[in-house]
């Protein structure tokens, strides 16, 4: 039983002898953001196509504010009964996802 313990822990003592850490190189790591500035607009301002398909796609849904980016592309806070969230859209109507 010595001969057992004694032998796994050369085997386990060797496998440790051939670890080695690889070496540090210098890299540079870029952080890139997509976060697109929306600036608030008015629920009139919003294209009829994006009211059409919201109401196609989501009937009993209520847009509490409306926001648009420099691409013409909308963020729409929405509540649909109890839930909370955002869509987003492009002015002909089409859903993006974000």
């Known amino acids: 039983m010595k001969k ?9 003592g060797s496998l440790t002898s051939f670890a080695s850490t690889t070496p540090l190189t210098n890299s540079t790591l870029k952080t890139i953001s997509l976060q697109d500035e929306y600036t608030e607009i008015k629920l009139e ?6 009211t059409e398909a919201l109401k196609k796609a989501y009937p009993n849904a209520v847009v509490s504010k409306a926001y648009k980016n420099a691409k013409s592309e909308y963020k729409l806070d929405v509540t649909v009964g109890e839930k ?5 859209a492009n002015a002909d109507g089409t859903w993006i996802q974000k």
């Open 4 to 12: 057992l313990f004694l032998s796994a822990a050369i085997v386990l």
């Open 45 to 50: 301002e919003l294209p009829a196509p994006i």
């Open 84 to 88: 909370v969230g955002n869509l987003f």
